[in-house]
């Protein structure tokens, strides 16, 4: 019998949920502000701070101590795209935050078939691996003009873009769903301090029918996990202000 899961333990400088002025304000929050919020309650980039701010105090020059500092920096990097990380207990109105985090613009993820390989075993060709509706995977042929596709692909995109504006999934705005996201972060922290997903759906997100109170809340998870785990770097490259 597997040992059981213990839930993700809550951080001390978290919120009160129940109170909203403890949270950034939709109409005058940016980006980087909603970024910085999310990024900071995902679990894995707290776990990898505890271990920066385990490292000797003071400069560190070489031998294993710099090492693993080089290799934490580079995990802040690749896998939450920043640099100069903060510590997650820090809030947007520090005067710290005027400089960290810093984050990375995020280039378009991309992969090419290798030749000449000795092993076929050393490629895994990538599965498609949509997250969001607003993701999308083009295949391109190096065989063909370069300029012609390239075209017809800017088309494509601007036809989707149009299509999922119509849906709701896009907005001409920077982003269509900035005013829930301070329900959002309430919720996660809600869920963090073992209350339901029915009060979430009443208490939060404002759902006065009880059939829906937790079928909202499931869903507002959802989009807040999403934006947890990696959906940030989107906020904070737009302005949203």
């Given at each position: 019998?597997?040992?059981?899961?213990?839930?993700?333990?809550?951080?001390?400088?978290?919120?009160?949920?129940?109170?909203?002025?403890?949270?950034?304000?939709?109409?005058?929050?940016?980006?980087?502000v909603w970024?910085?919020?999310?990024?900071?309650?995902?679990?894995?980039?707290?776990?990898?701070?505890?271990?920066?701010?385990?490292?000797?105090?003071?400069?560190?020059?070489?031998?294993?101590?710099?090492?693993?500092?080089?290799?934490?920096?580079?995990?802040?990097?690749?896998?939450?795209?920043?640099?100069?990380?903060?510590?997650?207990?820090?809030?947007?109105?520090?005067?710290?935050?005027?400089?960290?985090?810093?984050?990375?613009?995020?280039?378009?993820?991309?992969?090419?078939?290798?030749?000449?390989?000795?092993?076929?075993?050393?490629?895994?060709?990538?599965?498609?691996?949509?997250?969001?509706?607003?993701?999308?995977?083009?295949?391109?042929?190096?065989?063909?003009?370069?300029?012609?596709?390239?075209?017809?692909?800017?088309?494509?995109?601007?036809?989707?873009?149009?299509?999922?504006?119509?849906?709701?999934?896009?907005?001409?705005?920077?982003?269509?769903?900035?005013?829930?996201?301070?329900?959002?972060?309430?919720?996660?922290?809600?869920?963090?301090?073992?209350?339901?997903?029915?009060?979430i759906g009443?208490?939060?997100?404002?759902?006065?029918?009880?059939?829906?109170?937790?079928?909202?809340?499931?869903?507002?998870?959802?989009s807040a996990?999403?934006?947890?785990?990696?959906?940030?770097?989107?906020?904070?490259?737009?302005?949203?202000?």
């Amino acid at each position: 019998m597997s040992p059981k899961k213990e839930p993700p333990k809550k951080p001390e400088w978290l919120p009160d949920w129940k109170d909203k002025s403890q949270y950034p304000d939709p109409k005058e929050a940016t980006g980087r502000v909603w970024a910085w919020e999310f990024l900071r309650r995902n679990l894995q980039y707290q776990q990898l701070w505890e271990e920066y701010a385990a490292l000797p105090p003071g400069p560190i020059y070489h031998g294993h101590s710099a090492n693993l500092l080089m290799d934490i920096e580079k995990r802040f990097e690749q896998d939450f795209g920043v640099r100069n990380p903060a510590p997650p207990a820090m809030t947007t109105t520090g005067s710290d935050f005027k400089w960290r985090p810093k984050f990375i613009s995020q280039n378009p993820r991309h992969w090419v078939l290798p030749v000449n390989i000795s092993n076929e075993d050393e490629f895994e060709k990538p599965g498609i691996d949509l997250e969001d509706p607003a993701e999308v995977v083009v295949k391109f042929d190096l065989r063909s003009q370069i300029k012609p596709q390239l075209d017809y692909v800017a088309k494509l995109l601007k036809k989707e873009v149009k299509r999922l504006t119509k849906t709701g999934a896009l907005s001409g705005e920077p982003h269509a769903l900035v005013h829930r996201y301070q329900g959002y972060l309430r919720a996660l922290d809600a869920k963090l301090n073992g209350i339901s997903n029915k009060t979430i759906g009443k208490e939060i997100l404002g759902m006065k029918d009880p059939e829906y109170q937790k079928s909202s809340a499931i869903y507002a998870l959802k989009s807040a996990k999403r934006l947890r785990e990696g959906g940030y770097r989107f906020l904070a490259a737009v302005g949203l202000k």
